[in-house]
């Protein structure tokens, strides 16, 4: 049985720093004026939602809040003293060297702060699919503890809240139903439609939108990545998300890409050799993730030619000629429902083959097939 710390953080992106690690967080200046407005006019809610697409750095704004929180005292009680009240914060900053911040950086804990995620499994040998109630309690017991922090806060992020099973989403609702006092909870939320409808109507929303180029490249460069000449393809194919645009390059996405785009080069005589091969690169456990790389680039191939029949041509090109192709397969809205529909059904497919097994290899062999049928529709 593997011991609890030499499990990896379910909200650590391999190749990556922590979110509570990263130094600034891009491209999300709105949801943090969001924040800090509320707080300084004493109008913190107790419940916030973070919602947005993966890897757009709903984590890190997440515990740049809950560093604040903690490190901040409540402009109401921070009193006027002999020199009148302090100015307002004008941002989430704190000092490094203010003690929460230390001992984030030092130990990632800090007594005013309970991080609800998934934890290990009945084994102890890997984490759980999903948050389980036995984490649920102990946050309960965490709240039962006064708390410990400079402001007298206590501060919960919950990542990812859709992540949380049933049995954890009803626990976290009572929380939310009855907040305890001087308790802030941040629910990290990629998909709130599958949170229940009495949860998400509890939360002030925080929306955080895809990251541009610019912001993209600045997240990835804190990461450690430096795409190079591939960032325009990269930006492309990501769709503004950081996480996306790390796993393109530790996996070698865009190579993979240019491969799904030369088997339909010539739909609806698509290239059988390079099916082939493809699906027999994502045979056997140890391609488990190269699976799941090339169902997610499928699917954007699909998204970007649902997008081009509607009249909005996905720019820039994430591969030499795929502007024509997409073009070619997609000529106008007809096309794009057409796509649409097949995304959705082949994501489904693709959800369900995998929780049965089914062979990988014919999976996405049944896929490429489903493809080139609809391009012969096209070309009908």
């Known amino acids: 049985m593997a011991e609890a710390g030499e499990l990896p953080e379910p909200d ?20 943090e004026a969001a ?16 919602a947005g697409p993966e890897g757009v750095g709903k984590a890190t704004l997440a515990w740049r809040i809950a560093r604040f929180l903690l490190a901040t005292p409540d402009p109401a009680e921070a009193g006027g003293g002999l020199f009148g009240a302090p100015e307002p914060p004008a941002s989430l900053e704190i000092d490094p060297d203010h003690p929460v911040a230390r001992r ?3 130990a990632g804990a800090d007594p005013g702060l309970f991080v609800l995620r998934r934890g290990p499994n009945d084994k102890g040998d890997r984490l759980s699919a999903d948050i389980r109630i036995n984490e649920a309690r102990r946050l309960k017991a965490f709240l039962a503890l006064s708390p410990a922090s400079e402001s007298g806060r206590r501060v919960v992020i919950v990542d990812a809240a859709d992540e949380m099973n049933p049995a954890t989403a009803n626990a ?61 393809a990269l930006t492309a194919l990501a769709g503004g998300s ?44 140890a391609n488990a993730q190269r699976l799941d790389l090339v169902i997610w680039l499928i699917a954007r191939f699909l998204a970007r030619l649902a997008r081009t029949g509607a009249g909005l041509a996905p720019t820039p090109e994430a591969a030499p000629g795929e502007a024509e192709l997409l073009a070619r397969l997609a000529p106008g809205p007809d096309a ?45």
Not at 12 to 31: I, K, S, T, V
Not at 192 to 212: D, F, K, M, Q
Not at 260 to 280: M, S, T, V, Y
């Open 172 to 232: 976290v609702l009572k929380l939310l139903e009855e907040p305890p006092a001087g308790t802030i909870l941040l629910l990290v939320a990629h998909q709130p439609s599958r949170l229940l409808p009495t949860i998400r109507s509890r939360c002030r929303v925080l929306r955080l939108a895809p990251l541009g180029p610019d912001d993209l490249a600045a997240a990835l460069a804190q990461a450690g990545a430096e795409p190079g000449d591939e960032a325009p």
């Open 242 to 285: 950081v996480r996306a645009a790390l796993g393109l390059l530790q996996n070698d996405g865009l190579a993979i890409y240019r491969e799904i785009l030369r088997i339909f080069e010539a739909a609806p005589r698509h290239d059988r050799q390079a099916a082939l091969a493809l699906a027999g690169s994502v045979s056997g456990a």
């Open 336 to 380: 794009a429902r057409r796509w649409a529909a097949l995304q959705q059904s082949l994501s489904a497919r693709a959800d369900h083959a995998r929780a049965v097994n089914l062979d990988p290899a014919a999976l996405i062999l049944d896929m490429v097939f489903r493809i080139n049928e609809t391009a012969a529709g096209e070309a009908a």
């Open 104 to 106: 984030l950086r030092a």
């Open 35 to 50: 924040f800090l407005e509320a707080f300084n006019a004493g109008r913190l809610h107790h419940a916030w939602m973070l």
């Open 12 to 31: 650590r992106l391999d190749g990556a720093p922590h979110p509570r690690e990263a130094a600034r967080l891009f491209g999300q200046a709105p949801a």
